[in-house]
């Protein structure tokens, strides 16, 4: 009862009514794992957030270096038209120079790079389809469950791809990559209402970093064990197994440690339950009797900001992820255990980077030295304009594989802005909807998951460094141009339409209403009033 005591007397102070649920009496179990807890549950949370979103990018990047060891590389009919080309090749790697390359037994499939391009697309099919259905069910029943058997069934995909390549060929894979897109489509709309639900908006930049700075940890480690497991000639069936079984060992930690909302967590601190219930920025007891206003969704600026925004970034990080390993060892003519090295140190770059511009973002907003707004822009051009520079200067790099690994690995560092940027601003604008606004915004962008890898497939069809050249051109202009719209029209304050009952409506609504008419409603507000922040 102290517990819900607390509760009341922090929304008291907010001005606002306290809904609290019932608790129930704690028990000796209960007790022993209160005292047990030395972390706050939040960072907890977090760094199975973290966890969680490696084991995603692990699962979803894991063929990207192994289909290099799939298909069988036999010279064809364009081999005479690449000999002509003389400085758009490169030479092979100094380990196989002066030897004649051993034929990797395991490499048994003629696919085209039309036909590769085509495979690794289609796990974003998957991922698309599920994004606005994922953060319907992580709204409606919590993030806890959606998430976690989202990645669950990821994971058994995973364990069970070399069975399905080996029985059904290309058309097998490409249905298994779609299922697996589907299992992992609610993972960010459903952390995003977890985030919502137990992070403070002061703590969300570094909060953001170290939950999706687990992309970067899994695109590391799935890099890197990859490699590993791939080197020598080995099975490319070990890295399924491997990242397969690693997906289902998240699972059960993440059953056994965390919870959908604070007020749901059995033994979470009575002192941080306070402090969470009166910090966070959510109408959670209100918000779940109305519908997600799509109506004003679909016409803010900031929410189409927001978007462009993403599909920008979506396009040059998968341009990264899918087709880094395959421009290393294709082009600059890496071997593949140096190729699953090298690829990896992209991804601890834009890690490391991530926590120093989430920290300095939060310490700016606190101090008062910019607005929550400015520091999504800024952040948000630092991790577009500097990466599109970056990878063009790769690109005329040529051979010189010391200067373009050295542009690589500039270009991700600098993408780390991307977490303190435009990637938690979906919190700051709708806290009551960050499930549903990011299903929004992750299936818009996630067709540059699907045009970008088949795209680079159509344009690269030799793996010359003009082909290249073109494909990180394009990468330049959607980068840089969905920057700008996002400068243009970018904010940082919750909406009106998040909570229409605290805000009221604008003096221009003419859509109807968002929520059902409530006679006690009070009358509209002044935006700037309440907004303010």
């Excluded at 102070?13 to 939040?42: F, K």
């Excluded at 002192?271 to 206003?293: F, G, H, I, M, R």
């Excluded at 499930?435 to 998951?449: D, E, P, R």
């Excluded at 690269?460 to 920057?483: D, I, K, M, Q, Y």
Aim: charged residues 15%.
């Amino acid at each position: 009862m102290e517990n819900q005591d607390m509760q009341v007397q922090a929304h008291k102070l907010l001005g606002q009514e306290a809904q609290i649920p019932p608790t129930r009496p704690d028990n000796a179990l209960t007790r022993t794992l209160r005292s047990c807890c030395i972390i706050p549950q939040r960072y907890i949370l977090g760094v199975m957030g973290l966890l969680g979103v490696c084991n995603a990018y692990t699962m979803r990047v894991c063929l990207n270096l192994a289909i290099t060891q799939m298909v069988n590389r036999t010279k064809g009919v364009n081999e005479s038209y690449i000999d002509l080309l003389g400085d758009n090749t490169c030479p092979d790697d100094v380990v196989n120079s002066t030897s004649v390359a051993l034929e990797n037994p395991y490499a048994i499939f003629k696919w085209d790079e039309k036909t590769q391009g085509l495979i690794l697309s289609g796990f974003y099919y998957g991922y698309a389809a599920t994004q606005v259905p994922g953060g319907y069910l992580a709204e409606k029943f919590g993030g806890k469950w959606t998430l976690g058997v989202g990645l669950l069934s990821t994971a058994l995909f995973t364990f069970l791809t070399p069975f399905v390549i080996n029985s059904t060929g290309a058309t097998g894979l490409f249905i298994l990559r779609v299922l697996q897109g589907m299992g992992e489509g609610p993972t960010m709309p459903a952390l995003m209402i977890m985030l919502a639900r137990w992070v403070p908006p002061h703590e969300r930049s570094f909060q953001g970093a170290l939950v999706f700075g687990g992309a970067q940890i899994g695109n590391i480690f799935g890099s890197f064990m990859s490699g590993i497991l791939l080197a020598d000639g080995r099975d490319w069936s070990y890295v399924f197994y491997f990242f397969g079984g690693f997906g289902i060992f998240w699972f059960i930690m993440w059953s056994l440690l965390c919870y959908s909302t604070p007020n749901t967590h059995p033994y979470i601190s009575k002192k941080e339950l306070a402090y969470l219930t009166k910090n966070v920025t959510t109408a959670e007891t209100q918000s779940k009797k109305d519908p997600v206003p799509w109506k004003a969704i679909l016409r803010s600026a900031p929410v189409w900001a927001l978007v462009c925004a993403a599909v920008g970034h979506d396009w040059g990080y998968y341009t990264m992820v899918s087709d880094l390993p395959k421009y290393s060892h294709d082009v600059l003519k890496f071997n593949i255990a140096t190729t699953g090295t090298l690829t990896a140190l992209p991804y601890i770059a834009m890690w490391i980077c991530s926590f120093l511009f989430g920290f300095v973002c939060d310490l700016c907003i606190k101090k008062g030295w910019h607005t929550i707004k400015t520091g999504r822009i800024i952040h948000t051009t630092v991790a577009a304009t500097g990466p599109a520079i970056c990878i063009i200067l790769a690109s005329y790099a040529g051979c010189d594989r010391t200067a373009a690994m050295v542009y690589f690995v500039l270009s991700m560092a600098l993408m780390g802005g991307f977490y303190s940027g435009m990637k938690v601003n979906a919190l700051d604008l709708a806290p009551n909807y960050a499930g549903s606004l990011t299903s929004l915004v992750n299936t818009t962008s996630t067709f540059a998951g699907i045009a970008t890898p088949y795209l680079i497939g159509l344009m690269t069809p030799n793996s010359t460094l003009s082909e290249w050249r073109g494909a990180f051109w394009v990468c330049f202009a959607v980068l840089v141009g969905t920057n700008v719209v996002y400068c243009i029209w970018a904010d940082g304050k919750q909406q009106w339409w998040d909570d229409v009952r605290q805000f009221g409506y604008p003096p221009d609504w003419k859509h109807g209403p968002l929520i059902k008419e409530n006679k006690e409603r009070p009358d509209t507000v002044k935006l700037s009033d309440q907004r303010d922040r």
